[in-house]
């Protein structure tokens, strides 16, 4: 896949890294080309970078891996998203958000064309994207929208970027309880100390 990458943080660099080694084609969106953070992500396989509105005019998915805060700014910034899937990974921390809305995800969907936009890859630390792995275990990764073909093709991304399974949680109105499932990892691994290397794994029998 052609995957626009806006945002080339912590998330984005792994996601970035996970997907160019699995043979997609990243253009990674930056404000400025010459002085913008994750510039070694240039040594990836098939990864380039470019203006925002040029990635997302060769890309046929775009995540959104931004702080909270700019979600309005960046969603409308990104020019024509007709036909693309936008992947929406962030999160509102600490009431710190796009205001007027729960959720980033909304904020999305209100601020661009497409209407296949999905939340993925919010729900866990960076560093579970980098590695997936856990002993005999892998990660598992979740996904919430309307979008029925966006939600196929973050799911196939999430395989892709190792997880074991990435499971629909439902629609649109889930956008909200995906970042209240971040925060539930946020709170194990910062505020009860168990460290950034804890993941979530569904089990069934």
Not at 52 to 67: D, F, R, Y
């Amino acid at each position: 896949m052609k995957i626009a990458i806006i945002g080339t943080g912590n998330v984005g660099g792994a996601l970035a890294t996970k997907w160019s080694q699995t043979g997609h084609q990243i253009y990674l969106g930056v404000k400025d080309q010459n002085n913008f953070k994750g510039k070694h992500l240039l040594d990836n396989p098939n990864t380039t970078v470019s203006s925002m509105s040029s990635a997302i005019s060769l890309a046929e998915v775009v995540l959104i891996a931004t702080p909270a805060p700019a979600a309005i700014e960046v969603a409308q910034s990104l020019g024509d998203t007709s036909g693309r899937i936008i992947i929406d990974s962030m999160n509102i921390i600490m009431g710190k958000g796009p205001e007027g809305y729960a959720n980033t995800t909304d904020a999305i969907l209100a601020n661009t064309q497409t209407t296949d936009v999905v939340k993925c890859f919010n729900t866990t630390g960076y560093n579970n994207m980098t590695n997936t792995v856990y002993a005999d275990q892998v990660a598992d990764a979740f996904v919430a929208g309307d979008s029925v073909n966006g939600k196929l093709v973050a799911q196939k991304l999430a395989k892709d970027a190792g997880f074991a399974e990435c499971y629909d949680i439902g629609g649109n109105d889930k956008f909200t309880l995906m970042e209240q499932f971040a925060w539930f990892w946020i709170n194990l691994a910062m505020f009860q100390g168990h460290g950034r290397e804890i993941a979530f794994k569904l089990l069934k029998r």
